[in-house]
């Protein structure tokens, strides 16, 4: 018998060299991996799919201790970042692109059924409108990172620009997750109320929109909000990536307002260490006991 995921979490994995003031670091990332470690400390059935070098294939262990099962699709190159931060505002940063894991196959995620999925690809080109069709006519719940979408490797650094599928792939898309930068560069709005309004015209039915203090999600006809608290910013890379795992897998149990405030939480306690969501459960109940009623 087929098994059958709650969530599974489509992405490369990224070999992340973070260059700030307080050093250079090397980090494992990517979308599919910040997601499946969230979803996977909330007790769901988890799988993962992904494409990397034979030399990283170890980076999945932890992954594979945690109960999720990885789909990997090996490549000659993994996909590696350079992710510098010229000042002290963690959301001003410059991403070069040293080598690429290259695109996925249709083929890939066709053999994983889950009832969600999550899209978050690193740039544009990973995933293509026809994967994402493949998904949709599986009757899947789709929620998508538009980062991979709007970002684009120009001389090998990430530049943002115009989509040209924008309106057919989010005709597919339940939930759109994009930061304030990125709001504004498919709605031409800054307002993030009226972006998040703006964004759900295209098709999705709610809106994860992400900012430097917090989050504002948009769904139903209804705004709702909560802040970034971390006790200390130390990891700022895969926020964007945790925040929406942890609200759609919220989403699976809760409503609107409460899944926000649960991504809310996940969200900041990650960011208090590099590296993936590694903290219990019980510590978000106590974060939000604490800072969110």
């Not at 400390?41 to 992904?50: D, E, N, Q, S």
């Not at 203090?213 to 200390?232: I, K, M, R, T, W």
């Not at 409460?258 to 960011?271: C, F, N, Q, Y």
Request: proline share 3%.
């Amino acid at each position: 018998m087929t098994r059958v995921f709650d969530v599974a979490f489509l992405g490369h994995y990224t070999r992340d060299t973070i260059v700030s003031a307080a050093g250079t670091r090397v980090v494992d990332g990517g979308a599919f991996s910040y997601g499946a470690h969230v979803a996977a400390r909330m007790g769901l059935k988890v799988a993962a799919v992904t494409r990397l070098a034979r030399e990283d294939l170890g980076v999945l262990e932890e992954l594979k201790r945690l109960g999720v099962v990885v789909f990997a699709k090996t490549t000659p190159e993994s996909t590696c970042l350079r992710l510098e931060y010229p000042s002290a505002d963690v959301d001003e940063r410059v991403i070069y692109v040293t080598s690429t894991a290259g695109a996925f196959t249709r083929g890939e995620a066709a053999s994983v059924r889950a009832h969600t999925f999550v899209i978050g690809p690193s740039m544009r080109g990973e995933v293509s409108l026809e994967l994402v069709e493949e998904l949709a006519a599986e009757g899947v719940l789709l929620a998508v990172d538009v980062q991979g979408f709007v970002r684009v490797a120009r001389e090998d650094r990430l530049v943002y620009e115009a989509w040209p599928e924008k309106e057919a792939l989010l005709a597919h898309v339940h939930v759109l997750k994009a930061d304030a930068v990125e709001a504004k560069m498919l709605t031409g709005q800054a307002d993030i109320y009226r972006a998040a309004r703006m964004l759900t015209d295209l098709g999705p039915g709610e809106i994860v929109l992400t900012h430097r203090d917090g989050l504002l999600v948009y769904a139903n006809g209804q705004s709702h909000e909560a802040p970034f608290l971390p006790a200390q910013l130390v990891g700022r890379s895969g926020r964007g990536d945790t925040c929406l795992a942890a609200y759609v897998c919220g989403r699976l149990t809760r409503f609107p307002a409460e899944a926000t405030i649960w991504a809310a939480a996940v969200t900041s306690l990650k960011m208090e260490a590099e590296g993936p969501f590694r903290r219990g459960i019980r510590e978000v109940k106590e974060l939000i006991r604490r800072q969110y009623r």
